[in-house]
């Protein structure tokens, strides 16, 4: 039963932050972003890059076999790679991937 519970949670956090997110990257695709500071616009892609390896954390907690995977160590390497744009090649679990093509197909 707790374990349960414990899914039941964690699927509203991810459905939350991916409600949140989407909002996010939808605002960053506006003229409006790019009328605020450098620093405004700096901090909402530094927000973005955060909330996207959080939520591909949680799409691997709830769709994949956890111990079977191998779970990638972003560190701070990954956010700094995430930054210029993933060009490190960090992985996306299969959740994040499907957000995304959700996205680009709206």
Same mark, same amino acid.
């Given at each position: 039963?707790? $374990? %349960?519970?414990? $899914?039941?949670?964690?699927?509203? &956090? @991810?459905? %939350?932050?991916?409600?949140? *997110? =989407?909002?996010?990257?939808? #605002?960053?695709?506006?003229? %409006? *972003? #790019? $009328? ?10 530094? @927000? ?6 959080? +939520?591909?954390? +949680?799409?691997?907690? !709830?769709? %994949?076999? =956890?111990? &079977?995977?191998? =779970?990638?160590?972003? /560190?701070?390497? /990954? !956010? #700094?790679? /995430?930054?210029?744009?993933?060009? #490190? /090649? *960090?992985?996306?679990?299969?959740? =994040?991937?499907?957000? &995304?093509? &959700?996205?680009?197909? $709206?």
């Amino acid at each position: 039963m707790e $374990k %349960e519970n414990w $899914k039941e949670r964690l699927i509203k &956090e @991810q459905s %939350e932050l991916k409600d949140k *997110f =989407v909002k996010l990257v939808n #605002f960053i695709n506006t003229p %409006e *972003f #790019f $009328k605020l500071s450098d620093n405004n616009r700096k901090l909402l892609i530094n @927000q973005k890059i955060a909330m996207e390896l959080y +939520l591909n954390t +949680l799409n691997m907690r !709830l769709y %994949e076999n =956890v111990d &079977e995977i191998t =779970v990638p160590d972003y /560190g701070f390497m /990954g !956010l #700094f790679g /995430g930054m210029l744009g993933n060009s #490190f /090649g *960090f992985p996306k679990s299969d959740g =994040v991937k499907k957000l &995304e093509s &959700e996205l680009n197909n $709206k």
